[in-house]
C-alpha cells in the first residue's frame, strides 16, 4: 500500500551536508512519515518524522537544528536534509511509513511502522 525507496547517501566530511530523498508510491495522501538511522551494533533509531496531513515535524535531540525533514509533494518524496554532519552521524538511514496516524506525534520505535525502504548509507569521516 506504500512503498518507499530511498536515495542519496554516501560519503562527506565532518561538517559538511548530505540530502537524502525517499520516493513514495501511496494511494494514501495522509499518513506519518519517518527516518530513522542505525549504526553498526546499534538499534534503528528514529531521527525525524513528518505528518503529512498538517505537515508538523518532530526530531530526535542529537539531530535537531542541524536535520530537516520535509515533503515534495509535486515529487512524491520524503526528504531529509542533513547539515553540519558528524562520524557519529554514520549510519544506515530507512524511510519509514505507517497508516496509524496516532503515532505521528512523537518519535516512536521502529516496530511501530509498518513500510519500510531499503536504506542507504550515510559515512561521515573526521
Known amino acids: 500500500q506504500i512503498q518507499l525507496k530511498e536515495s542519496g547517501g554516501g560519503s562527506v566530511q565532518a561538517g559538511g551536508s548530505l540530502s537524502l530523498s525517499c520516493a513514495v508510491s501511496?494511494?494514501?495522501?495522509?499518513?506519518?512519515s519517518a527516518w530513522f538511522r542505525q549504526a553498526p551494533g546499534k538499534r534503528r533509531e528514529a531521527v525525524a518524522v513528518l505528518y503529512t496531513g498538517d505537515g508538523s515535524t518532530y526530531y530526535d535531540d542529537s539531530v535537531k537544528g542541524r536535520f530537516t525533514i520535509s515533503p515534495d509533494y509535486a515529487k512524491n518524496t520524503l526528504n531529509l536534509q542533513m547539515n553540519s554532519l558528524q562520524p557519529e552521524d554514520t549510519a544506515m538511514y530507512y524511510c519509514a511509513a505507517d497508516l496509524r496516524l496516532g503515532i505521528c506525534r512523537a518519535l516512536h520505535s521502529q516496530y511501530d511502522y509498518h513500510y519500510w525502504g531499503q536504506g542507504t548509507q550515510v559515512t561521515v569521516s573526521s
Open positions: 501511496s494511494i494514501y495522501t495522509r499518513y506519518c
